[in-house]
């Protein structure tokens, strides 16, 4: 099992843009969708989108218009970019694929 490495969290203001990285070695060869989730303090924890092999990303509606996903084959990496981020977006973002949880990277969003 190889866990998912997230990073490029970060403090920012509100309107600015992030992009966060969650590396899984092999996922592609082993066709594991990547998953991303959040979870903010207190609450449950959210899906914002994946990526799978053969088939691309995946956002859902609620999360449509500020939230893309994309995919770097040569990294093994799937990219969650964020746009226009909000207070309400401060969460810890975490990944799952090939059945195995990433620590996550924490986004702090202020007004």
């Known amino acids: 099992q190889v866990q998912p490495v997230e990073s490029g969290g970060d403090s920012v203001q509100a309107g600015e843009s992030l992009r966060l990285s969650c590396t899984v070695p092999?996922?592609?060869?082993?066709?594991?969708?990547v998953q991303w989730w959040r979870q903010a303090a207190g609450k449950q924890r959210q899906f914002v989108g994946n990526?799978?092999?053969?088939?691309?990303?995946y956002v859902p509606d609620l999360m449509k218009g500020r939230f893309t996903i994309s995919e770097d084959e040569a990294t093994d990496t799937v990219y969650l970019q964020i746009h226009r981020l909000e207070p309400e977006d401060t969460a810890r973002y975490s990944c799952?694929?090939?059945?195995?949880w990433g620590r996550g990277t924490q986004v702090t969003v202020s007004s």
């Open positions: 799952f694929s090939c059945g195995a």
């Open positions: 092999g996922f592609i060869s082993r066709r594991c969708t």
């Open positions: 990526f799978t092999p053969d088939k691309g990303p």
